[in-house]
């Protein structure tokens, strides 16, 4: 039995509201906690509710792909298919920092005026994401349309 009374009361509904809002410095515990014990699932979890919460934190996006690589390669160990059993945030959070990634790829890219040498060092890994001030975690195959586009153009490897 529910008590519509009570259940409408400003107290009880200001209590739900409440409980229903996500904590992000919360999160951001259990996910410390959970990295220290090396338990990447529940770190990945919790640093995709920190990212949902809080967007437009600096480490945010590198926690969570930090987080989420070591994760893959747990599961890569063994054998096992990851994706199914990754809840609807993480996913959706993963998708946001590719999207960071990628638009930091394109910042560099563009920075880079088409020098080969630069376009090279990224694609390698050399050059520091200008954000996080860490090697850039980029996808080799988006490197791979600039190196297609300069043998294109006749240009050559550094």
């Known amino acids: 039995m529910i008590d519509l009374e009570f259940k409408n009361t400003p107290r009880e509904k200001a209590y739900r509201e409440f409980k229903a809002h996500s ?24 640093r995709a509710w920190v990212l949902k919460a809080e ?36 996913r959706e959070m993963l998708a946001l920092v590719e999207s960071y990634m990628i638009r930091d790829f ?32 980029i996808r080799l195959k988006k490197c791979n349309t600039w190196f297609e586009q300069a043998v294109k153009n006749n240009q050559t490897m550094v």
């Open 23 to 46: 904590k992000p410095l919360w999160h951001a515990e259990q996910a410390e906690i959970a990295e220290q014990n090396e338990n990447w699932f529940a770190a990945t979890f919790h």
């Open 55 to 90: 967007p437009e934190t600096k480490d945010g996006p590198q926690l969570l792909q930090t987080a989420y690589e070591k994760l893959k390669a747990e599961y890569a160990e063994q054998d096992k298919e990851l994706t199914p059993y990754l809840n609807p945030v993480v």
């Open 106 to 137: 394109e910042r560099l890219i563009d920075k880079s005026k088409g020098d080969l040498k630069i376009i090279n060092q990224i694609a390698w890994g050399v050059v520091k994401n200008p954000i996080s001030n860490e090697d850039f975690p």
